[in-house]
């Protein structure tokens, strides 16, 4: 497996866990916890994109 798809890999992951947060973030509204699942998908699409 190549750095790329790699990075690639570890983006989707990323973003498939920030959605998850969110899921549970709205649930259970917590203000920390809606922005662990931001922080989590904008650093999987940044890592998605940037290669």
């Given at each position: ?9 570890t ?26 699942g ?14």
């Amino acid at each position: 497996m190549s750095l790329q798809q790699y990075r690639k890999l570890t983006g989707i992951l990323s973003v498939i866990a920030g959605v998850g947060i969110l899921g549970i973030a709205l649930a259970q509204p917590n203000f920390r916890t809606v922005l662990w699942g931001l922080f989590a998908i904008s650093l999987g699409l940044f890592g998605w994109f940037k290669n």
